[in-house]
C-alpha cells in the first residue's frame, strides 16, 4: 500500500470537462501534444513521471478476489522537478489489460499545486470503471507541460516556451495494480537439542493474494546481512520445492549451536510486475551431552557417625538431585533435594551408596559414578569365658571369646585387675592359652570393629592359689612308760590352709598350733596341707618330715592382705600381698601426695634385706613387686618413703 502524498482536486471547470471529455470518448482519442499547441519539441526532463500506481479511494492498496471486478480506484502519479513548479498539466493514456483485452481510459488534467522535490503525488479518481481482479496497467502517450515563476499555470495547457513541455513518442509507463504480496507462512520455529538428536524445522507458505510463488530456499545465516544457501548434502536436508511446507531436516546438530536458519519465500505480482518477498527465521540452540563425572570419595565410617562431605567434579550440565541406596541402585534408592556440587551425608547406621544426577539442558540426565560409604557397627568386646582358680605352676584352661561384634587385635592382661597396670598379649584369635600364671593375673580381649573405637570385652580373673610348703610339726612317739598312742603336733597353723591326717578330723587352719591325737603305733600317718584357694595340695608329709621341736612361737600367724602401722604420710595406705609369702610379695601403694622417694625391706635385727623401689613415687596408685629367696620363717619390716614422710608395715615370709 502506497502513502498518500497530496490529495488534488481538479483545477477548473476546464479541467473537469477535458477529463470527463478524455473519459467519454476513451477508445477514441489517443494523447498526444495537443494540436492547439503547435509543433513543439516537447523534450524537456525538468517535470517527468517517474511512477504511477492504483489504490482504492482510500488510498489502501488494491484487493480483490474471484471474477468481481474493482469499480472505483485512484490513479497517483508521482512527478519530479528540478525547480519548483506552481501548476502542472497532464495528459495521457491509462490502459487496463485483462488477459487478452486491453481497457484505454483517457486522464486529462491540469494540477493546480506547488511542485517541488521528487514525490510530488497528482491523485486521479476514477469512479464506475471496472478494473478486473488482477489486471495489469501502462501509461501511454504521456504529455506534461508547465509554467515558469510563481504563477499558476493551470488551466493552460499548452507552455509558454517548447523547453516547458515533455512527450516522448512510445514512452510506456508501467502503472502498479495489484502490489506483490508476500507469502503467508508459519514457522519455523526456534527449538533446543541435544548433541548428537536431529532436528527437521517446517515453515508453512501460501501466497499472498494476486501473487505467485517464484522460489523457496533454505539458508543458513553467515554474518552481517550475508545468509548461504543452503541444498541436500552432509547433515543437511533441505526441501526447496514450491510446495508447503517447506522443510529442513538436520541429521546430527553436533556443533551447531547458535546457528540461525531461514526459508526465503520469493513471490511475483503478474498484475505489477513486482517482486516481493519474506524470510522467516529460527534458531538452534544445541546443549551438550550430560555427564554425570566423578563423585569423591568412598569412606568407611562408625555407625552413628557423620562422613565428609562428597563432592562432584568433571559433570557436563547442572546437578538436579542426589540420590541414596542401600543395596547399590539394584532395587532401592531415594531422592536427595540437593542442586550443588557438594553433599552432606549426615549420620548413618547402614552401609548406603551415594550418585549424583546431571542434566544438561534439554539432555537426558546421566548419574554420576556411584561411591559406597561402608558403615561398621560399633565395636562389641563380647564375653570371655572362663575364671579359673589354679594351684601355681598349673596350666590354665584356654579362655574363648564369644558375642563379639568385629575383630581381636589382642588380648591384655593386669595382675591388679587392670588398676594400675596391663600388657598386651600378640593373639588375635578367639581363643588365649594363658599358660602357667605364679599369680592372680586378670584377663580381657581387645575388639574392634572396622574404623570404630575398639571395645574391651568382660575381665575374668584366674585365681593362683600357692602350694603349700612343709610345715614345721614334731611328733609324739608311743611309749612303754608313757602315751600308750602317738600324735602330730603342727608347730603352728595357717589361716586359709586345711591339714589332714587320714582318719582324723580336718583342722582348718587358724594361726594356732594343733595336734592330731591317738595315732596308734606303727601306723606310720601321714600329713597333707591344702590351700583352700585351688585345693593345692603340698603333698603328703610323713615322721621322717619332723623336726624335733617348735621354732616358733604360740603367737598367731594369719594370712592377711594388709599390716598397717604408724604413719606420718597422710592419706596413704599400703597393701601386702599375699601376706604371709613364699618368695614374691606385691606392694600396692595408694597415695595422695608425691615426691622422691623408696621401698626397702627389713629384718628383725634392722638390717636392710632389699631395696624395692627408688626414685620418684607419683600420687595415685602403683604396684612394686618384691622376690626373695625361701626362708624357713621370717619376719620383715618394709618401710615406705616419700619426701621426708614415711609409713612402716610387717610381712611374713614362711616356707609354704
Not at 509543433?39 to 504511477?52: E, K, R
Not at 478494473?131 to 507552455?159: D, H, I, K, R
Not at 594343733?514 to 584357694?533: C, D, I, K, Q
Request: net charge neutral.
Amino acid at each position: 500500500m502506497r502513502k498518500k502524498k497530496n490529495n488534488l482536486k481538479l483545477s477548473s471547470l476546464f479541467a473537469v470537462l477535458c477529463c470527463t471529455v478524455g473519459l467519454f470518448f476513451a477508445t477514441t482519442i489517443s494523447a498526444q501534444v495537443p494540436p492547439s499547441c503547435g509543433s513543439l519539441n516537447c523534450t524537456s526532463n525538468d517535470v517527468q513521471i517517474v511512477s504511477a500506481y492504483l489504490t482504492d479511494l482510500s488510498n489502501n492498496a488494491l484487493s480483490c478476489s474471484g471474477n468481481t471486478p474493482i469499480t472505483s480506484y485512484r490513479l497517483h502519479l508521482i512527478v519530479s522537478t528540478k525547480t519548483q513548479r506552481v501548476g502542472v498539466f497532464i495528459n495521457c493514456q491509462l490502459n487496463i489489460t485483462s488477459g487478452s483485452t486491453t481497457t484505454p481510459l483517457q486522464v486529462s488534467n491540469c494540477f493546480n499545486v506547488t511542485l517541488t522535490g521528487n514525490n510530488n503525488d497528482l491523485q486521479t479518481d476514477f469512479t464506475n470503471q471496472s478494473l478486473p481482479c488482477g489486471s495489469s496497467a501502462t501509461l501511454t502517450e504521456v504529455f506534461t507541460s508547465w509554467g515558469t515563476g510563481n504563477t499558476s499555470f493551470c488551466p493552460g495547457t499548452c507552455p509558454g516556451t517548447p523547453s516547458k513541455c515533455r512527450f516522448v513518442p512510445g514512452e510506456v509507463i508501467i502503472v502498479q495494480t495489484f502490489p506483490c504480496t508476500p507469502a503467508t507462512t508459519t514457522g519455523p520455529t526456534s527449538d533446543t537439542k541435544c548433541a548428537g538428536a536431529s532436528k527437521t524445522f517446517s515453515a508453512t507458505f501460501s501466497a499472498g493474494p494476486n501473487t505467485t510463488i517464484t522460489s523457496v530456499q533454505w539458508q543458513i545465516f553467515v554474518s552481517g546481512t550475508t545468509w548461504s544457501n543452503l541444498t541436500t548434502g552432509g547433515v543437511y536436508t533441505a526441501d526447496n520445492d514450491l510446495t508447503s511446507p517447506a522443510t529442513l531436516t538436520i541429521s546430527d546438530v553436533t556443533g551447531l549451536n547458535g546457528k540461525i536458519y531461514r526459508v526465503l519465500i520469493s513471490s511475483n505480482s503478474a498484475s505489477s510486475g513486482e517482486n516481493c518477498s519474506t524470510s522467516p527465521q529460527a534458531t538452534l540452540t544445541v546443549d551438550p551431552t550430560s555427564v554425570g563425572g566423578t563423585v569423591a570419595s568412598a569412606q568407611e565410617i562408625c555407625s552413628g557417625s557423620s562422613p565428609n562431605d562428597l563432592t562432584l567434579s568433571g559433570n557436563t550440565g547442572a546437578v538436579v538431585k542426589w540420590q541414596k541406596s542401600t543395596d547399590n541402585f539394584v532395587s532401592n534408592s531415594s531422592d536427595i533435594v540437593n542442586t550443588t556440587t557438594t553433599l552432606s551425608p549426615g549420620a548413618l547406621t547402614q552401609d548406603t551408596w551415594f550418585r549424583a544426577v546431571v542434566q544438561s539442558g534439554v539432555c537426558a540426565s546421566a548419574n554420576s559414578n556411584i561411591v559406597k560409604i561402608t558403615v561398621d557397627a560399633a565395636s562389641v568386646g563380647g564375653t570371655v569365658a572362663s575364671a579359673q582358680t589354679i594351684c601355681s605352676g598349673s596350666t590354665a584352661s584356654n579362655l574363648t571369646l564369644t558375642g563379639k561384634t568385629g575383630n581381636v587385635i589382642k588380648w591384655q592382661k593386669s595382675t591388679d585387675n587392670f588398676a594400675s597396670n596391663s600388657s598386651d598379649i600378640a593373639n588375635t584369635t578367639t581363643t588365649l592359652s594363658p599358660g602357667a600364671p605364679t599369680q592372680d593375673t586378670w584377663y580381657r580381649a581387645v575388639v574392634q570393629n572396622g574404623v570404630c573405637a575398639s571395645a574391651n570385652s568382660n575381665i575374668v580373673k584366674i585365681t593362683v592359689g600357692a602350694i603349700p610348703g612343709k610345715p614345721e610339726f614334731t611328733i609324739t612317739e608311743p611309749s612303754l612308760c608313757g602315751p600308750s598312742t602317738g600324735s602330730i603336733n603342727i608347730c603352728q597353723t595357717i589361716v586359709g590352709y586345711n591339714y589332714i591326717v587320714p582318719g582324723k578330723t580336718t583342722k582348718n587352719g587358724d594361726g594356732n598350733a594343733y595336734s592330731f591325737t591317738g595315732l596308734g603305733a606303727g601306723t606310720n600317718p601321714t600329713l597333707e596341707v591344702v590351700n583352700t584357694t585351688g585345693g593345692c595340695s603340698s603333698g603328703t608329709f610323713t615322721c621322717s618330715d619332723a623336726v624335733g621341736s617348735c621354732s616358733t612361737s604360740s603367737g598367731s600367724r594369719t594370712r592377711t592382705d594388709a599390716i598397717t602401722s604408724e604413719s606420718t604420710l597422710p592419706e596413704t595406705t599400703v597393701k601386702a600381698y599375699p601376706n604371709p609369702f613364699s618368695d614374691r610379695v606385691k606392694f600396692l601403694v595408694s597415695s595422695s601426695v608425691s615426691g622422691n622417694g623408696s621401698l626397702d625391706v627389713y629384718n628383725m635385727m634392722g638390717q636392710r634385706v632389699k631395696t624395692v623401689y627408688t626414685g620418684f613415687i607419683a600420687a595415685g596408685t602403683q604396684t612394686f613387686e618384691l622376690s626373695l629367696p625361701t626362708q624357713q620363717v621370717s619376719s620383715l619390716v618394709y618401710v615406705l618413703r616419700i619426701g621426708d614422710k614415711k609409713m612402716t608395715g610387717k610381712i611374713l615370709q614362711i616356707n609354704q
